[in-house]
Protein backbone atom coordinates (compact mmCIF):
# COMPACT_ATOMS: atom_id res chain seq x y z
CA UNK A 1 0.00 0.00 0.00
CA UNK A 2 1.37 3.17 -0.83
CA UNK A 3 2.73 5.68 2.21
CA UNK A 4 0.59 8.58 -0.30
CA UNK A 5 -2.68 7.47 -1.32
CA UNK A 6 -3.70 11.21 -2.07
CA UNK A 7 -0.83 11.61 -4.58
CA UNK A 8 -1.94 8.25 -5.95
CA UNK A 9 -4.75 9.98 -6.40
CA UNK A 10 -4.06 12.76 -7.86
CA UNK A 11 -2.20 10.62 -10.73
CA UNK A 12 -5.50 9.18 -11.64
CA UNK A 13 -7.75 11.82 -11.23
CA UNK A 14 -7.88 15.66 -11.48
CA UNK A 15 -8.42 17.74 -7.66
CA UNK A 16 -11.15 20.36 -8.33
CA UNK A 17 -9.88 22.59 -6.39
CA UNK A 18 -7.24 22.90 -7.77
CA UNK A 19 -8.79 23.26 -11.54
CA UNK A 20 -11.41 25.39 -10.18
CA UNK A 21 -14.77 24.35 -10.45
CA UNK A 22 -16.01 27.26 -13.03
CA UNK A 23 -13.03 26.00 -15.21
CA UNK A 24 -14.18 22.30 -15.56
CA UNK A 25 -14.97 21.65 -19.03
CA UNK A 26 -18.45 21.74 -19.95
CA UNK A 27 -19.98 18.79 -22.62
CA UNK A 28 -17.60 16.33 -21.31
CA UNK A 29 -19.20 12.91 -22.99
CA UNK A 30 -18.01 10.90 -19.76
CA UNK A 31 -17.31 11.83 -16.31
CA UNK A 32 -16.95 10.80 -13.11
CA UNK A 33 -16.76 12.41 -9.83
CA UNK A 34 -15.74 11.16 -6.83
CA UNK A 35 -16.15 12.97 -3.17
CA UNK A 36 -14.22 11.72 -0.28
CA UNK A 37 -14.80 12.01 3.75
CA UNK A 38 -11.21 10.96 3.91
CA UNK A 39 -11.16 10.87 8.08
CA UNK A 40 -14.28 8.45 7.68
CA UNK A 41 -12.16 5.29 8.72
CA UNK A 42 -9.01 4.23 11.36
CA UNK A 43 -7.05 4.11 8.07
CA UNK A 44 -6.87 5.27 4.25
CA UNK A 45 -9.60 3.15 3.30
CA UNK A 46 -11.90 5.90 1.72
CA UNK A 47 -8.98 7.42 -0.17
CA UNK A 48 -7.96 3.61 -1.72
CA UNK A 49 -11.74 3.27 -2.33
CA UNK A 50 -11.58 6.44 -4.76
CA UNK A 51 -8.49 5.46 -6.67
CA UNK A 52 -10.04 2.41 -7.16
CA UNK A 53 -13.15 3.58 -8.65
CA UNK A 54 -11.13 6.72 -10.47
CA UNK A 55 -9.08 3.59 -12.05
CA UNK A 56 -12.54 1.83 -13.00
CA UNK A 57 -13.63 5.06 -14.46
CA UNK A 58 -11.04 5.85 -16.80
CA UNK A 59 -11.12 2.47 -17.75
CA UNK A 60 -14.69 3.54 -18.78
CA UNK A 61 -13.04 6.19 -20.31
CA UNK A 62 -13.99 8.89 -18.35
CA UNK A 63 -13.10 12.27 -17.15
CA UNK A 64 -12.38 11.70 -13.34
CA UNK A 65 -12.38 14.62 -10.63
CA UNK A 66 -12.58 14.17 -7.00
CA UNK A 67 -12.83 16.35 -3.84
CA UNK A 68 -11.56 15.77 -0.82
CA UNK A 69 -13.76 16.62 2.08
CA UNK A 70 -16.20 19.05 0.52
CA UNK A 71 -18.42 21.49 2.40
CA UNK A 72 -21.71 21.41 1.76
CA UNK A 73 -21.74 24.04 -1.13
CA UNK A 74 -18.60 22.36 -2.65
CA UNK A 75 -20.65 19.47 -3.00
CA UNK A 76 -23.91 21.01 -4.46
CA UNK A 77 -21.68 22.68 -6.99
CA UNK A 78 -19.69 19.52 -8.03
CA UNK A 79 -23.43 17.46 -8.42
CA UNK A 80 -24.94 20.17 -10.27
CA UNK A 81 -21.99 19.99 -12.48
CA UNK A 82 -21.56 16.83 -13.39
CA UNK A 83 -25.26 16.71 -13.47
CA UNK A 84 -26.36 19.37 -15.74
CA UNK A 85 -23.16 19.32 -17.95
CA UNK A 86 -22.00 15.89 -18.77
CA UNK A 87 -23.29 14.90 -22.29
CA UNK A 88 -23.40 10.63 -22.39
CA UNK A 89 -22.44 8.83 -18.67
CA UNK A 90 -21.76 10.20 -15.29
CA UNK A 91 -20.52 8.08 -12.42
CA UNK A 92 -20.63 10.01 -9.24
CA UNK A 93 -19.08 8.07 -6.04
CA UNK A 94 -18.99 8.64 -2.34
CA UNK A 95 -16.49 7.20 -0.44
CA UNK A 96 -16.24 7.58 3.00
CA UNK A 97 -19.45 6.42 4.80
CA UNK A 98 -19.02 3.68 7.28
CA UNK A 99 -21.99 1.15 8.22
CA UNK A 100 -22.70 -0.92 10.79
CA UNK A 101 -25.74 -2.65 12.76
CA UNK A 102 -25.19 0.30 14.81
CA UNK A 103 -26.21 2.49 12.32
CA UNK A 104 -29.36 0.78 10.27
CA UNK A 105 -31.79 3.74 12.42
CA UNK A 106 -29.68 6.84 11.73
CA UNK A 107 -30.37 9.39 9.62
CA UNK A 108 -30.04 8.83 5.51
CA UNK A 109 -26.82 11.14 4.87
CA UNK A 110 -23.68 12.01 3.63
CA UNK A 111 -21.51 13.54 5.88
CA UNK A 112 -19.65 16.95 4.34
CA UNK A 113 -17.10 18.74 6.07
CA UNK A 114 -19.46 21.70 7.20
CA UNK A 115 -22.58 19.42 7.66
CA UNK A 116 -24.29 16.91 5.43
CA UNK A 117 -26.34 16.35 2.58
CA UNK A 118 -29.17 13.54 1.79
CA UNK A 119 -31.34 12.28 -0.56
CA UNK A 120 -33.50 15.01 -1.22
CA UNK A 121 -30.56 17.42 -2.03
CA UNK A 122 -29.33 14.76 -4.15
CA UNK A 123 -31.84 13.70 -6.36
CA UNK A 124 -33.15 17.22 -6.90
CA UNK A 125 -29.84 18.51 -8.01
CA UNK A 126 -29.51 15.08 -10.44
CA UNK A 127 -33.13 15.45 -11.85
CA UNK A 128 -31.79 18.86 -13.70
CA UNK A 129 -29.84 16.48 -15.86
CA UNK A 130 -29.97 16.44 -19.92
CA UNK A 131 -32.84 13.56 -20.15
CA UNK A 132 -30.40 11.06 -22.28
CA UNK A 133 -27.80 11.60 -19.90
CA UNK A 134 -27.25 7.90 -17.95
CA UNK A 135 -26.07 9.22 -14.47
CA UNK A 136 -25.18 6.47 -11.66
CA UNK A 137 -24.63 7.30 -7.98
CA UNK A 138 -22.77 4.80 -5.74
CA UNK A 139 -22.53 4.84 -2.13
CA UNK A 140 -19.92 2.77 -0.02
CA UNK A 141 -22.34 2.42 2.40
CA UNK A 142 -25.60 3.60 3.43
CA UNK A 143 -27.59 3.27 7.26
CA UNK A 144 -30.64 1.35 5.31
CA UNK A 145 -32.23 1.27 1.47
CA UNK A 146 -35.08 4.04 2.90
CA UNK A 147 -35.09 7.33 1.28
CA UNK A 148 -32.37 6.39 -1.15
CA UNK A 149 -34.46 4.39 -4.13
CA UNK A 150 -34.68 6.29 -7.20
CA UNK A 151 -38.17 4.84 -8.49
CA UNK A 152 -39.57 6.61 -5.41
CA UNK A 153 -38.38 9.80 -5.85
CA UNK A 154 -40.64 11.59 -8.19
CA UNK A 155 -38.03 11.65 -10.65
CA UNK A 156 -38.97 14.01 -13.84
CA UNK A 157 -35.67 12.70 -15.95
CA UNK A 158 -34.94 9.38 -16.93
CA UNK A 159 -31.83 6.95 -16.74
CA UNK A 160 -30.79 7.51 -12.75
CA UNK A 161 -28.82 4.53 -11.56
CA UNK A 162 -28.40 4.04 -7.55
CA UNK A 163 -26.42 1.15 -5.79
CA UNK A 164 -24.50 1.03 -2.68
CA UNK A 165 -24.47 -1.51 0.35
CA UNK A 166 -26.17 -1.21 3.67
CA UNK A 167 -26.41 -3.62 6.82
CA UNK A 168 -28.25 -6.50 6.91
CA UNK A 169 -30.49 -6.28 9.92
CA UNK A 170 -30.89 -10.28 10.42
CA UNK A 171 -26.90 -10.34 10.41
CA UNK A 172 -25.01 -9.64 13.84
CA UNK A 173 -21.88 -8.53 12.62
CA UNK A 174 -20.76 -6.47 9.55
CA UNK A 175 -17.43 -6.38 7.68
CA UNK A 176 -17.23 -3.23 5.33
CA UNK A 177 -13.13 -3.95 4.80
CA UNK A 178 -11.02 -6.51 3.52
CA UNK A 179 -7.78 -7.35 5.19
CA UNK A 180 -5.98 -4.79 2.70
CA UNK A 181 -7.97 -2.14 4.13
CA UNK A 182 -9.94 -2.08 0.46
CA UNK A 183 -13.68 -2.10 0.70
CA UNK A 184 -15.49 -5.41 0.02
CA UNK A 185 -18.05 -3.70 -1.76
CA UNK A 186 -15.92 -1.46 -4.82
CA UNK A 187 -14.02 -4.30 -5.12
CA UNK A 188 -16.77 -6.76 -5.90
CA UNK A 189 -17.96 -4.10 -8.17
CA UNK A 190 -14.93 -4.04 -10.16
CA UNK A 191 -14.47 -7.41 -10.15
CA UNK A 192 -18.07 -8.16 -11.47
CA UNK A 193 -17.74 -4.92 -14.26
CA UNK A 194 -14.26 -6.56 -15.26
CA UNK A 195 -15.59 -10.16 -16.07
CA UNK A 196 -18.26 -8.33 -18.27
CA UNK A 197 -18.24 -5.11 -19.00
CA UNK A 198 -21.84 -4.55 -20.32
CA UNK A 199 -23.42 -5.92 -17.39
CA UNK A 200 -26.65 -4.12 -16.14
CA UNK A 201 -27.19 -3.14 -12.66
CA UNK A 202 -29.31 -6.58 -11.97
CA UNK A 203 -26.47 -8.48 -13.53
CA UNK A 204 -23.73 -6.49 -11.01
CA UNK A 205 -26.37 -7.11 -8.17
CA UNK A 206 -26.43 -10.68 -8.94
CA UNK A 207 -22.69 -11.16 -9.07
CA UNK A 208 -22.21 -8.98 -5.99
CA UNK A 209 -24.92 -9.68 -3.70
CA UNK A 210 -23.66 -13.32 -2.71
CA UNK A 211 -20.35 -12.04 -1.82
CA UNK A 212 -21.30 -8.93 0.13
CA UNK A 213 -24.01 -11.17 2.02
CA UNK A 214 -21.31 -13.11 3.74
CA UNK A 215 -19.76 -9.96 5.53
CA UNK A 216 -22.99 -8.73 6.82
CA UNK A 217 -24.30 -6.63 4.03
CA UNK A 218 -27.03 -6.40 1.62
CA UNK A 219 -27.32 -4.14 -1.65
CA UNK A 220 -29.93 -2.00 -2.62
CA UNK A 221 -29.96 -2.10 -6.48
CA UNK A 222 -32.29 0.47 -8.46
CA UNK A 223 -33.01 2.72 -11.50
CA UNK A 224 -35.32 4.98 -12.82
CA UNK A 225 -37.68 4.04 -15.03
CA UNK A 226 -37.42 0.36 -13.43
CA UNK A 227 -36.89 -1.40 -17.09
CA UNK A 228 -33.40 0.21 -17.06
CA UNK A 229 -32.36 -2.51 -14.44
CA UNK A 230 -32.44 -5.34 -16.22
CA UNK A 231 -31.93 -4.09 -19.83
CA UNK A 232 -29.84 -1.01 -19.76
CA UNK A 233 -25.95 -1.76 -19.04
CA UNK A 234 -24.53 0.05 -16.32
CA UNK A 235 -21.70 1.47 -17.33
CA UNK A 236 -20.95 1.35 -20.98
Known sequence: MSTNP????????????????????????????????????????????????????????????????????????????????????????????????????????????NGTIGPNLIYSTIDQKPGDLKLVICVDGINNPELWDPKDQDLTMEHVAFFAPYPDPEQAHLQQLDLQNETIFINEFWNAIKTAPSSTLKDIYNHIAPELNVFGQKILASTYPPEDYSKTPLVL
Open 6 to 113: LRDLAAVARDIRTVGIGSIPINIERACLIMINQYAYHNTASIQSAIRVAKFARWATCEVYYLVDPNVNEATEALTHFSTSVRKFSFIYFSGNPISQDTIDAKAVIKCS
